[in-house]
C-alpha cells in the first residue's frame, strides 16, 4: 500500500439542530414503549457483546435474528434465546416486531444493510467503521432524518467510564502537544474476512480506527493534514502507521493485525502526561496521570452503548455518535487510504 499524504480540509459541518429535531420527532411515538425491540442482523461472534449485555433493567429486548442461512439462524435463536429466527437479512428487516437492528457485518456491507434498514423503518446501531466514504455517511444521516430515525456509529469504547475519565483528566495536562494511541492485536484465523480486500478488511478499519477516534476525541478537533502508510499482508494492509496534524498538535498512532495484543493512548500536554493502559478492549477503569492512577467503575461499556441508542430511540437525547463524529471519522480514513487530501 502506498504511503498517503495530503491536506485535510472539512466539509460543512450539519445543520445545527438538525439531530435534537429528528429525535424529538421519532421520540414523540417511541417515549412511551418500555423496552426497544432489537434484531440482530447477521450471526457474527460480536453479537456476543449484545448479548452479554441483556439484563433485567436493560432497555431493550434482543427478539430476533436474520441469517443468510435459515438453519444457522434456528440452531443462533434456540442456543442464546432469541424468540425469533429469520433465514435472510431482508427476512429480518421486514419483521415488524422489530423497532431497530444492529449491524455486523463485514465492514463493505454496513452502509448498503444500514440504507436497507432505514428504508424498512428501523433505527439503527452499526458496528464500527461505519465506512471509509464520508459521502455515505451523510446519504445514511439525510435518510435517517427524513424517516425519523437513529443511526449511530458502534465504537463501544467512546461509552466507557474510563473514558469519560480520561476526558475528566485531560485538562489537568495543560495545553497539549501530541497524541499517541496503538492498537494490535494478532488475527490467526487466514479465512476471516478482515483479511479480504472487497470486504474492508485491513488493520487500519479494522484497529486504526480506534486510534483515529482517540486522536480525534483528545483534540477536539479535525486535522489539517495526515500521512500514513501501510505495510501490506496479503490483499490488505496487515499493519499501519499514520500521522494527523492538529495545528500545532501532533498525533501518531500505528496498528496491526500481526502483533500481540496493545491498546493504549498516550496524551503528552504541557504540564503533565496521561496514559490509558487498556484503552479499547474491556476498559478497566484506570487512567494514569503522570503516574498516579486514577480509577472508575469499569461498567459494561456495550450496556452504556445500548443505553445510549436506546434513549435516542425513545427520543430522550441524541446518540453521543452521530452525524459529525461519523463524517469526521470517515474523513480521515478516507483520506489515509486514498493518499491524498479528502474533499
Not at 429480518?92 to 428504508?119: C, F, K
Not at 505495510?231 to 496534524?245: C, N, Y
Amino acid at each position: 500500500m502506498r504511503p498517503s499524504r495530503g491536506a485535510f480540509r472539512r466539509g460543512p459541518e450539519p445543520r445545527a439542530g438538525a439531530t435534537a429535531k429528528r429525535v424529538l420527532v421519532h421520540g414523540a411515538r417511541l417515549r412511551g414503549m418500555s423496552r426497544v425491540r432489537l434484531g440482530l442482523l447477521t450471526t457474527a461472534g460480536i453479537n456476543g457483546a449484545i448479548l452479554g449485555a441483556r439484563a433485567e433493567d436493560a432497555p431493550f429486548d434482543v427478539v430476533a435474528v436474520g441469517s443468510r442461512d435459515g438453519a444457522r439462524a434456528q440452531a443462533y435463536a434456540h442456543d442464546h434465546g432469541i424468540a425469533t429466527a429469520h433465514a435472510s437479512y431482508d427476512a429480518l428487516l421486514e419483521d415488524d416486531g422489530i423497532d431497530a437492528v444492529y449491524i455486523a457485518l463485514p465492514n463493505a456491507l454496513h452502509h448498503a444493510w444500514t440504507m436497507r434498514a432505514l428504508a424498512a423503518g428501523k433505527h439503527v446501531l452499526c458496528e464500527k467503521p461505519y465506512t471509509r466514504h464520508p459521502e455515505d455517511v451523510d446519504e445514511a444521516h439525510d435518510d435517517a432524518e427524513r424517516h425519523g430515525l437513529v443511526l449511530t456509529e458502534g465504537f463501544m469504547w467512546r461509552h466507557a467510564r474510563q473514558t469519560a475519565l480520561l476526558c475528566e483528566l485531560l485538562p489537568q495536562v495543560g495545553e497539549l502537544r501530541a497524541v499517541h494511541a496503538t492498537f494490535t492485536g494478532a488475527l490467526m484465523r487466514s479465512d476471516d474476512v478482515r483479511w479480504t480486500r472487497d470486504l474492508g478488511g485491513g488493520a487500519l478499519l479494522d484497529l486504526g480506527c480506534y486510534c483515529v477516534g482517540a486522536a480525534r476525541l483528545v483534540t477536539g478537533r479535525e486535522p489539517d493534514r495526515v500521512h500514513g502508510e501501510g505495510q501490506p499482508k496479503g490483499e490488505v494492509d496487515g499493519s499501519f502507521a499514520g500521522t494527523l496534524r492538529f495545528d500545532d498538535v501532533t498525533a501518531t498512532f500505528q496498528c496491526s493485525l500481526l502483533a500481540p495484543l496493545v491498546n493504549t493512548i498516550e496524551v503528552i500536554g504541557a504540564d503533565g502526561i496521561l496514559r490509558v493502559p487498556n484503552a479499547f478492549v474491556n476498559p478497566p477503569g484506570v487512567v494514569l496521570l503522570n503516574s498516579e492512577e486514577h480509577r472508575v467503575e469499569a461498567g459494561n461499556h456495550y450496556r452504556d452503548e445500548l443505553d445510549d441508542f436506546c434513549a435516542a430511540v425513545r427520543g430522550e437525547r441524541p446518540a453521543l455518535i452521530g452525524r459529525a463524529d461519523m463524517l469526521g471519522q470517515a474523513r480521515v480514513l478516507d483520506a489515509l487510504l486514498r493518499g491524498e487530501g479528502a474533499h
